[in-house]
């Protein structure tokens, strides 16, 4: 069987740009959930928790989250902090973003956790890494234990080849961390290229973005594997005002009879423990 994962990093510029710009996350809210709704389509939000503060994105949160099981939301740190250092080589320049520290870590996402419970009503068991690292966790059972402690069950870390770019081969395929001496946590990883660096490297050509993840989705039917995507609530909408790639890309799966699930769901399927 094979398994379309669409996630969605909500943070509008909380990494490398610094800034937030709430009405860019609340006209991405609006517009994926129509995508979403019309097509019956499952997804995941990785949501930074510094935007559950702010009164007008909760509240959308919380339509999202009533309206039933299309929508699964997750975290994605309190501020966008690394939980690793990315060592960047796009093949022009060799750039390292330094990861957190462990206390830190163990504070943003805590932090996360206490606002869906305090703000949402319900438990977090899922996380993105921000900026996404190459090999996941593996190397990093100090950070597998923060995350265990705080009851995090699944997360999409690993979305970066050797050279801390992309893309990450397909191959890469969902694993549990046993030998780092955590079975209950399942490593989603996040296939293919990003969508910031597919721009970056390419510009901004939606139609060839496209073009590339059909291939990918053919891929993907054919051998019965998983894919987890990711796009953000900032570039989601540029140049795309409708999502009308979004729209397309779910389609396409839809019609190659692609599961399209949301990275809850199928970690409730494929994990252990109770999520």
């Not at 206390?103 to 943003?108: A, P």
Request: glycine share 6%; aromatic share 12%.
């Amino acid at each position: 069987m094979s398994y379309f994962l669409l996630g969605y990093d909500v943070e509008s510029h909380l990494g490398e740009y610094n800034s937030y710009e709430p009405q860019v996350t609340l006209n991405f809210l609006s517009q994926m959930r129509k995508v979403h709704e019309d097509l019956k389509a499952p997804c995941t939000l990785f949501i930074c928790g510094r935007l559950l503060e702010e009164e007008s994105v909760l509240a959308s949160l919380r339509q999202l989250q009533e309206s039933g099981e299309l929508f699964d939301l997750q975290q994605h740190t309190y501020s966008h902090q690394r939980l690793k250092t990315v060592v960047r080589d796009d093949g022009k320049a060799v750039t390292v973003f330094k990861g957190a520290s462990l206390e830190r870590i163990r504070e943003e996402v805590e932090r996360t956790n206490q606002l869906f419970e305090t703000k949402l009503n319900r438990k977090c068991t899922g996380i993105c890494g921000p900026y996404g690292y190459y090999r996941g966790l593996m190397d990093r059972p100090d950070i597998l234990d923060i995350l265990h402690q705080a009851g995090i069950r699944f997360t999409r870390t690993y979305s970066r080849n050797e050279k801390d770019y992309g893309p990450l081969p397909i191959h890469v395929q969902p694993f549990f961390y046993e030998q780092q001496g955590f079975p209950e946590i399942l490593e989603i990883p996040l296939q293919g290229w990003m969508d910031t660096m597919f721009f970056r490297a390419y510009g901004w050509d939606r139609e060839a973005f496209l073009n590339y993840n059909r291939s990918m989705m053919d891929l993907i039917a054919e051998k019965n594997l998983t894919w987890s995507t990711v796009q953000h609530d900032y570039t989601s909408c540029q140049k795309d005002p409708n999502m009308d790639y979004t729209k397309a890309l779910i389609a396409y799966a839809q019609s190659k009879n692609v599961t399209v699930t949301s990275h809850l769901d199928y970690a409730r399927r494929y994990g252990r423990g109770k999520l």
